[in-house]
């Protein structure tokens, strides 16, 4: 159940920084999905480092963060698909 939910969670992240970043992002939604999940276990170890990782209620902060890594990493991730696999579609 736990993949589930990582799966889950990681799709949501990606969704999410990819609404936020500015401009048309071209890496293909399962990737975008892992993208996700990265930024979840980054953001969480950030919100570890910062000594927030469980607050009662809500976890803002730590979501705060995940997101926030999660736009890095999908920003980052379709400049590297485009330019490695991205132009070979384009051509195609």
């Given at each position: ?30 990737l975008t999905t892992i993208f996700g999940m ?55």
């Amino acid at each position: 159940m736990g993949w589930l939910w990582a799966i889950i969670v990681g799709f949501v992240l990606g969704l999410i920084a990819k609404a936020i970043l500015p401009g048309k992002q071209h890496s293909p939604l399962w990737l975008t999905t892992i993208f996700g999940m990265l930024g979840a276990i980054v953001g969480n170890a950030v919100a570890r480092a910062f000594g927030v990782e469980a607050t009662p209620g809500v976890d803002w902060t730590r979501h705060i963060f995940q997101v926030i890594a999660a736009v890095i990493l999908v920003a980052v991730g379709d400049m590297l698909y485009m330019a490695t696999l991205g132009k070979r579609k384009e051509r195609a």
